[in-house]
């Protein structure tokens, strides 16, 4: 029986009528089913309750999704204002150890808006809020209109680093990306790589320097009817590809074990 390779995506948390929920978007689980063609399972944001170790035993991969939260500043040596609000500490509490505990483990890792955020702060750098308030900055933040396809529509290019893997996957040197972010990298993380670049120079697309497996992080949502847009078909593709080859990695040393 072949087993459908598993893909973990962790989940938000809000409150309501005062009991909390964890919820997951359906655009995030989509694109890992339909264009990545693995299966996506929740991960709940209960970090107290779980051993990291044994959950990724289940997991081939891991996507990092985007969120109305950021991250709390205090975890990368700022100091929390209005600007940096609002704040999920439930998902902070699980993201930040799981994104090094599959960084480690060389696990196909994909991170999304704040994941992508996520990612630079477990790997050492920092990030600024209210980005449009730069001298010379374009306005990052998302377009209120009520249609998806306009608000998720793309906004302005990203050049992409000669060489790079982004190049590599996507067979071109600039792209057209959407744009819903008020906050951004500020430092980049001496452990990633800057692969794309917006035009008031924000980071926006990265990889991880020396990674075992594929691991990649993008400021926009790829996932957003993913099927429907060309790049971020072959960036799922090749996500799902890498989940698939560590998968089968996985089967490989399982059987030589028993034999």
Same mark, same amino acid.
């Given at each position: 029986? %072949?087993?459908?390779?598993l893909v973990g995506l962790p989940s938000d948390t809000y409150e309501e009528k005062n009991l !909390?929920?964890?919820?997951?978007?359906?655009?995030?689980?989509?694109?890992?089913?339909?264009?990545?063609?693995?299966?996506?399972?929740?991960?709940?944001?209960?970090?107290?309750?779980?051993?990291?170790?044994?959950?990724?035993?289940?997991? $081939?991969?891991?996507?990092?999704? +985007?969120?109305?939260?950021?991250? &709390?500043?205090? &975890?990368?040596?700022?100091?929390?204002? /209005?600007?940096?609000?609002?704040?999920? #500490?439930?998902? $902070?509490?699980?993201? !930040?150890?799981? %994104?090094?505990? /599959?960084?480690?483990?060389?696990?196909?890792?994909?991170?999304?808006?704040? =994941?992508?955020?996520?990612?630079? /702060?477990?790997?050492?750098?920092?990030?600024?809020?209210?980005?449009?308030?730069?001298?010379?900055?374009?306005?990052?933040?998302?377009?209120?209109?009520?249609?998806?396809?306009?608000?998720?529509?793309?906004? #302005?290019?990203?050049?992409?680093?000669? +060489?790079g893997q982004f190049e590599t996957i996507l067979g071109k040197r600039e792209i057209m990306v959407?744009? !819903? #972010?008020?906050? =951004?990298?500020?430092?980049?993380?001496? =452990?990633?790589?800057?692969?794309?670049?917006?035009?008031?120079? %924000?980071?926006?697309?990265?990889? /991880?320097?020396?990674?075992?497996?594929?691991? %990649?992080?993008?400021?926009? #949502?790829?996932?957003?009817?993913?099927?429907?847009?060309?790049?971020?078909?072959?960036?799922?593709?090749?996500?799902?590809?890498?989940?698939?080859? &560590?998968?089968?990695?996985?089967?490989?040393?399982?059987?030589?074990?028993?034999?």
């Amino acid at each position: 029986m %072949i087993r459908h390779p598993l893909v973990g995506l962790p989940s938000d948390t809000y409150e309501e009528k005062n009991l !909390l929920f964890h919820s997951l978007g359906d655009k995030y689980v989509r694109a890992v089913s339909d264009v990545a063609q693995c299966l996506p399972v929740m991960i709940p944001a209960i970090a107290e309750a779980m051993d990291l170790s044994a959950l990724l035993d289940h997991f $081939d991969g891991i996507l990092m999704t +985007g969120a109305v939260s950021n991250v &709390h500043p205090p &975890h990368y040596g700022g100091e929390p204002t /209005v600007d940096h609000e609002p704040y999920d #500490h439930h998902r $902070d509490k699980l993201t !930040l150890k799981l %994104i090094r505990a /599959v960084i480690d483990r060389g696990m196909p890792l994909f991170c999304i808006c704040r =994941g992508f955020q996520e990612l630079n /702060v477990v790997m050492g750098g920092t990030l600024e809020a209210e980005l449009q308030r730069g001298e010379g900055r374009l306005d990052h933040r998302s377009r209120k209109v009520e249609d998806m396809d306009v608000k998720y529509g793309p906004v #302005h290019a990203l050049a992409l680093t000669p +060489g790079g893997q982004f190049e590599t996957i996507l067979g071109k040197r600039e792209i057209m990306v959407n744009s !819903l #972010h008020r906050q =951004g990298i500020s430092r980049l993380a001496p =452990g990633l790589v800057a692969e794309g670049r917006s035009p008031d120079g %924000i980071v926006e697309a990265v990889s /991880v320097k020396g990674a075992k497996a594929f691991a %990649i992080g993008t400021q926009w #949502h790829p996932e957003y009817k993913a099927a429907d847009n060309p790049d971020s078909v072959k960036l799922f593709k090749a996500f799902g590809d890498a989940v698939r080859l &560590h998968a089968a990695r996985r089967m490989n040393e399982k059987l030589a074990r028993a034999s």
